[in-house]
């Protein structure tokens, strides 16, 4: 089963979770999307407004995306940080501690991506273009975990 076997792949490269659903965007979310760029949430990173179309129909992205799947990949816990003598000072996210997740995410997905390839061949799926990213794709990331059963 082609599922089945996309789901051992990415456990098999590091990814804790996997999710899939349908690219399509709810009205409601697409409004969300906008209102916040509408309310400047976005700051001064302009390549979000610039993407907002995108980001509320992804498959002007990838015009016949047919299914997303969503992976994710657990830093695990926070660091504690002592100064001095068994004094703790703070706490620190251990995504800033390690390589940055951007490049992590990128390595595993180019990997997941080359090995599922024939995969998908063997379920007769010829021509499959795929598009990987962690924050650096215009599509709404949050929105399809959510969709996929993998977050709130």
């Not at 816990?77 to 995410?105: E, F, L, M, P």
């Amino acid at each position: 089963m082609l599922k089945r076997d996309i789901v051992k792949l990415s456990k098999q490269l590091g990814f804790d979770l996997i999710g899939f659903c349908n690219p399509e965007v709810e009205e409601s979310a697409k409004s969300t999307i906008k209102s916040w760029i509408s309310h400047s949430y976005h700051a001064d990173m302009k390549y979000m407004k610039d993407t907002i179309d995108i980001r509320a129909d992804p498959k002007k992205l990838l015009p016949d995306v047919k299914t997303v799947i969503v992976f994710g990949l657990s830093y695990g816990r926070n660091y504690k940080i002592k100064v001095g003598k068994n004094k703790i000072y703070g706490q620190v996210a251990r995504y800033s501690i390690n390589r940055d997740y951007h490049n992590t995410y990128r390595s595993i997905f180019k990997r997941f991506i080359k090995q599922s390839i024939p995969i998908f061949e063997k379920y007769g799926y010829a021509t499959v273009k795929m598009i990987g990213g962690a924050d650096s794709k215009p599509i709404p990331e949050r929105y399809y975990a959510v969709k996929a059963g993998l977050g709130f």
